[in-house]
């Protein structure tokens, strides 16, 4: 699976967009870009993921540049509970892969 | 209904102790993992498994064993417990044919080995 590299740490405010790059320069044409988060103490959880197009769920958005080389997560309307680590993760689907490599992370503090 | 449930969710034992934890999901998924994340909250896997087959072992200690009685379950136990294994597990699952969806997680188990 291709590598992916987040900024260490990030800052939002309440009621402000939050919008977390990552980049994947090195990804593959059949390669999914996914995003999950870990709320304090808490598992992982799938946020989002995306091929090629633009995604949206009621969650967040996706946003993925034409090349595929970078990617941005963005939360519309960040509320304190949205301060998490957030994990991009760029792998193959449904290729016998097994697993979900976490890298560090962003880390999101959303400031009242 | 919870999707994937881990017990117990604390744990405190002596080093030297035999541990289990117990993972059960009822999403009807296919393939269960475990991760491990440590005090520097970095997540690694540790086992997958497919259909109640062994997929994925990274370099783990063999005190670890990971036992699928069925698809449903996963179970991970552990001998002569050392202090380095405290840490936060987790069990996930994900129907890895149709992975689109991405994984579901427990809530952990915390595991202090004093």
């Known amino acids: 699976d291709a590598k992916t590299t987040q900024p260490p740490s990030m800052d939002c405010a309440e009621g402000r967009a939050a919008n977390l790059p990552c980049n994947h320069s090195?990804?593959?044409?059949?390669?999914?870009v996914y995003w999950y988060r870990q709320i304090h103490s808490q598992g992982p959880q799938y946020i989002i993921h995306?091929?090629?197009n633009n995604e949206t769920n009621e969650m967040a958005s996706l946003i993925i540049t034409e090349d595929r080389k970078s990617s941005t997560l963005i939360l519309p309307h960040a509320t304190l509970r949205d301060t998490a680590v957030y994990y991009c993760?760029?792998?193959?689907?449904?290729?016998?892969?097994?697993?979900?490599?976490f890298g560090k992370g962003t880390k999101l503090s959303v400031i009242p | 209904d919870t999707a994937v449930s881990q017990t117990p969710k604390y744990l405190v034992t002596q080093m030297g102790n035999d541990k289990s934890i117990k993972c059960e999901q009822n999403?009807?998924?296919?393939?269960m993992y475990w991760y491990k994340q440590d005090s520097k909250k970095f997540l690694k896997i540790m086992f997958s498994?497919?259909?109640?087959?062994?997929?994925i072992n990274e370099t783990v200690p063999n005190r670890f064993s990971p036992k699928s009685p069925d698809k449903a379950h996963l179970n991970l136990h552990i001998n002569s417990l050392e202090l380095g294994d405290s840490a936060v597990y987790f069990c996930?699952?994900?129907?890895?044919?149709?992975?689109?969806?991405?994984?579901?997680f427990g809530s952990g188990t915390r595991l202090t080995v004093v």
């Open positions: 995306g091929l090629k």
């Open positions: 999403l009807g998924h296919d393939t």
């Open positions: 498994y497919n259909n109640k087959e062994l997929i």
């Open positions: 090195t990804i593959s044409g059949n390669e999914y």
């Open positions: 996930a699952s994900s129907q890895e044919r149709r992975a689109i969806m991405g994984y579901t």
């Open positions: 993760i760029v792998r193959v689907v449904g290729a016998g892969s097994y697993q979900l490599t």
